[in-house]
Every structure is written in C-alpha cells, then in structure tokens.
C-alpha cells in the first residue's frame, strides 16, 4: 500500500485554486486601469504612476518575512485569508482616491495591497508547496497560476460591463467583494494541518545547495527589478505611439491570458519533466526581445506595411498592436513556466519549512519590484518613453549565466539524493 505522506493532497488544495480565482478578478484591469486613470484622469506625473505601482510592492518586500515565519508555524490559510482581506479593503480604499482624485490616498492603498499581497503569496506559496511531493509541485503551482489567468480574464470582461453601466469605483468595489469572498473560502474549507518532520534535507545539506538557491535569488532579483522598469509604462507608451481605445488595448493582453488559464497545469507537469535550466534561459531570453521589440515595433509595422500594401487596410496602429498581442501572448506563457519552475524549486529546498523560504524569496523580490519602477520613471520623465524598454531588454540576457549556475547546482544537489534515496 503507498503511504499516504508520500502523495499529493490535491483535494485540499481545491479551496486554494477557488481562492486564488476570487481575488484574481481584478489583477488585469486594475494593473491596466491605474497608470491610465492616475496619469490621464488624476494628472498624476509619471514619477507618482511609479511610486503608486513601487508602493504596491513596498509592502510586500516588508512583510513577507513576517508572513513567512507565520506560514512556517502552520498558519498559512490564515495568512492568505488576512492578505485577502487586506487587498479588499484596499481596493475600496483606491475606490474613495479615484472618487475624490487623490493621487496621495491612491499611493497609500497600494501600500496597503502589498501588506495583503505579501501574506496572500506567502501563504499560498507554502500551503501548494507543504501539500504536494517534489514530483508535482510545478504542476501544483502551475495550477494556480491557471487559476490566476482564469480570474484576470473573467474579471476583466466582468470589470468593463461594470465600467460600461457605473463607473471605475464601482470596478474596485467589485474586486473588494471578491477578494473578501476569496478569503472566506480558504478558511472555510480547512483540511487538517500537515505535520512535517523538519527542515528539508536539500536546505541542510548547505554547500552546493545553498549557493545555487543563493544565485537563484539574486538573479530572480535582478530580473524582477529590469522587469519592473517599464511595467507602469507598457500601456502608457502603447497609448502613445498607438493610440488605441481602451476596449482595443485592453484586446493585446486577452490570447496570453485565455492560454494561460487552459494550459497552466499542463505546462506545470511539462516543468516538472522538463530541464529546468533551458525553461528559464528560454524565458529571460523571450522577456528581453519583447522589451526590445516593443520599443521597435512602431518602426517595424510601418515597414510591414511598405513592403506589404494589403496590409494598409488594418493601417499602422492596427499592425502593431497585432505584433504586440503576439509578443506578449508567447511571453506570458515563457513567464508562467519559469515561475512554476522557481516556485517548485523553493518548495524542495525548503521542504518542511516552506514559508520560511518563500518569505525570505518574496521579499528579495518586493524590494525589487519597489525599486523598478521608479527607475523607469526617472527614465521615462528625463531619457525617453522607450528607454525603459530598452534598457530592460539589453540587461536581460545578462542574467542567464547566473541563472544557470543556480538551477545547475541545485539540480545537481537534488540528482544526487535521488540517487542515494535508492541505493541499497
């Protein structure tokens, strides 16, 4: 008979997947909606739309380590109960800023979502990675972010017929709703609390180990922070050059979306099969070129169109914004297999003491995402719109080498305990 510690509990993680819808709902729109309401409605300069989405993340670079050590004490559907609760109220907290057009109050409740976001995360991180074995963990984690994708896409057709009948407060009302409801759901179906033995093996071992998650970190880092650069700005700089309604534009995001909510759990169990070293080199490679094909691309639609005349009936603009749906669709799908990579690594070098390890990764990675953005408002405001993307995309194939020696040594590390695990 197989021993029951040694399997996946994926019954338990039913409630985790239907939170993590709930409080998905808004993450498109509202990251969608903010810069073009707090720079076109709100007159907020574009230094203020950085530190609104830096501020976002300020709170989750320092408050995981605390959610951390509350998640390594068993705690963990607390804690993205009290971050589901927490990113509702500040949602209804940007509702009151976008209603009164307070830029100030609009920056101190995405403070408030990255408290939430910071207990939310690391308490889902260490609950999907305690329940299943290291066989499974990327397919775990890429069922979530299925989920994710599922709730961004449903949530944004349900945030525009919202947005059609009322108004955008009554958008951030909705999502305040749901992510209260999100929170409900993991707490109401509770599974018994899985007892562990210790701290993982992998994580004690130290040496090999330890320097590869250390790489791991540092170059997750970096990347973040390049990454982080111009996300304020992609649909500012699409506006700009394009000029696209907001239904139009809100259509270059939809494909990537749609695929990731169906293939998110098959391209976890693809991860989890699959050398992890070539799916984060192909990621980082993928995310650079789009960074410099984005700055490129009004340039290249025009040239399509010169040397294509058919293609004049979708004009210029229409060309373009065909480009980037693609550019980003192949893009969200790299980005989800190399985050279901990551999360599963950490999940096994922290095995038995998740939350602590995913606390201590999340911060790293909030204080990155802090920090991105208001460089690339720097130099959005005193270089040029397209600067972010191209400074973003040159530095992103700097990170593969390091990314290769952490996911070489730790796959290494982990060969080798396979092989002892079955040695008479």
């Given at each position: 008979?197989?021993?029951?510690?040694?399997?996946s509990?994926?019954?338990?993680?039913?409630?985790?997947y239907r939170?993590a819808?709930?409080?998905?709902?808004g993450?498109?729109?509202v990251?969608?909606?903010?810069?073009?309401?707090?720079?076109?409605?709100?007159g907020?300069?574009?230094?203020?739309v950085?530190?609104?989405?830096?501020?976002?993340?300020?709170?989750?670079?320092l408050?995981?380590?605390?959610?951390?050590?509350?998640?390594?004490?068993?705690?963990?559907?607390?804690?993205?109960?009290?971050?589901?609760?927490?990113?509702?109220?500040?949602?209804?907290?940007m509702?009151?800023?976008?209603?009164?057009?307070?830029?100030?109050?609009?920056?101190?409740?995405?403070?408030?979502?990255?408290l939430g976001?910071?207990?939310y995360?690391?308490g889902?991180?260490?609950?999907?990675?305690e329940?299943?074995v290291?066989?499974?963990?990327s397919?775990?984690?890429?069922?979530?972010?299925?989920?994710?994708?599922?709730?961004?896409?449903?949530?944004?057709?349900a945030?525009f017929?919202?947005?059609i009948?009322?108004?955008?407060?009554?958008v951030f009302?909705f999502?305040?709703?749901?992510?209260?409801?999100?929170?409900?759901?993991?707490?109401?179906?509770r599974?018994?609390?899985k007892?562990?033995a210790?701290?993982?093996?992998?994580?004690s071992?130290?040496g090999?180990?330890?320097?590869?998650?250390?790489a791991?970190?540092?170059?997750?880092?970096?990347?973040t922070?390049?990454?982080?650069?111009?996300?304020?700005?992609?649909?500012?700089?699409?506006?700009?050059?394009f000029?696209?309604?907001?239904?139009?534009?809100a259509?270059?995001?939809?494909?990537?979306?749609?695929?990731?909510?169906?293939?998110g759990?098959?391209?976890?169990?693809?991860?989890?099969h699959s050398?992890r070293?070539r799916?984060?080199?192909?990621a980082?490679?993928?995310?650079?070129?789009?960074?410099?094909?984005?700055?490129?691309?009004p340039?290249?639609?025009?040239?399509?169109?010169?040397?294509?005349?058919p293609?004049g009936?979708?004009t210029?603009a229409g060309?373009?914004l065909?480009l980037?749906t693609?550019?980003f669709?192949?893009q969200?799908?790299?980005t989800?297999?190399?985050?279901?990579v990551?999360?599963?690594?950490?999940?096994t070098?922290?095995?038995g003491?998740?939350?602590?390890?995913?606390?201590?990764?999340?911060?790293?990675l909030?204080?990155?995402?802090?920090a991105?953005p208001i460089?690339?408002?720097?130099?959005?405001?005193?270089?040029?719109?397209s600067?972010?993307?191209?400074?973003?995309?040159?530095?992103?194939?700097l990170l593969?080498?390091?990314?290769?020696?952490?996911?070489?040594r730790?796959?290494r590390?982990?060969r080798?305990?396979?092989?002892?695990?079955c040695?008479?």
């Amino acid at each position: 008979m197989d021993d029951p510690s040694k399997a996946s509990d994926w019954s338990s993680l039913k409630s985790v997947y239907r939170s993590a819808f709930y409080c998905s709902l808004g993450f498109f729109l509202v990251s969608f909606l903010l810069p073009i309401v707090a720079f076109g409605q709100m007159g907020a300069s574009a230094m203020q739309v950085a530190l609104v989405f830096s501020l976002l993340t300020l709170g989750y670079a320092l408050f995981s380590p605390i959610a951390g050590k509350a998640a390594a004490r068993g705690l963990t559907r607390e804690c993205i109960c009290a971050g589901a609760s927490v990113r509702g109220l500040s949602y209804l907290g940007m509702a009151a800023a976008i209603t009164i057009a307070s830029v100030n109050l609009l920056i101190v409740n995405s403070l408030l979502w990255g408290l939430g976001a910071a207990f939310y995360q690391v308490g889902s991180d260490s609950e999907i990675s305690e329940r299943v074995v290291r066989q499974n963990r990327s397919e775990a984690f890429g069922r979530r972010e299925a989920a994710n994708a599922k709730g961004s896409v449903i949530g944004a057709f349900a945030g525009f017929i919202i947005l059609i009948y009322f108004d955008i407060p009554a958008v951030f009302l909705f999502y305040a709703a749901m992510n209260l409801l999100g929170g409900f759901v993991v707490i109401w179906h509770r599974p018994p609390t899985k007892v562990h033995a210790g701290l993982s093996s992998y994580v004690s071992v130290g040496g090999a180990v330890a320097t590869g998650i250390a790489a791991l970190v540092v170059a997750a880092s970096i990347d973040t922070f390049i990454a982080e650069l111009m996300r304020p700005f992609v649909e500012l700089f699409i506006i700009s050059v394009f000029n696209p309604d907001i239904i139009t534009l809100a259509r270059v995001y939809l494909p990537g979306g749609v695929l990731s909510s169906i293939l998110g759990g098959r391209m976890g169990r693809l991860a989890d099969h699959s050398s992890r070293v070539r799916i984060v080199a192909a990621a980082v490679v993928v995310s650079s070129s789009s960074s410099l094909m984005l700055a490129a691309i009004p340039n290249v639609a025009a040239f399509l169109v010169g040397i294509f005349p058919p293609l004049g009936v979708l004009t210029e603009a229409g060309v373009g914004l065909l480009l980037i749906t693609v550019l980003f669709t192949i893009q969200s799908i790299t980005t989800m297999l190399a985050y279901v990579v990551i999360s599963s690594v950490f999940g096994t070098a922290y095995e038995g003491r998740a939350g602590e390890g995913f606390g201590r990764f999340e911060a790293a990675l909030g204080t990155a995402r802090f920090a991105g953005p208001i460089a690339g408002g720097v130099l959005w405001d005193l270089v040029s719109p397209s600067a972010p993307f191209v400074l973003v995309g040159l530095s992103g194939y700097l990170l593969i080498p390091l990314y290769y020696v952490g996911m070489k040594r730790y796959e290494r590390v982990c060969r080798d305990r396979s092989v002892a695990s079955c040695a008479p």
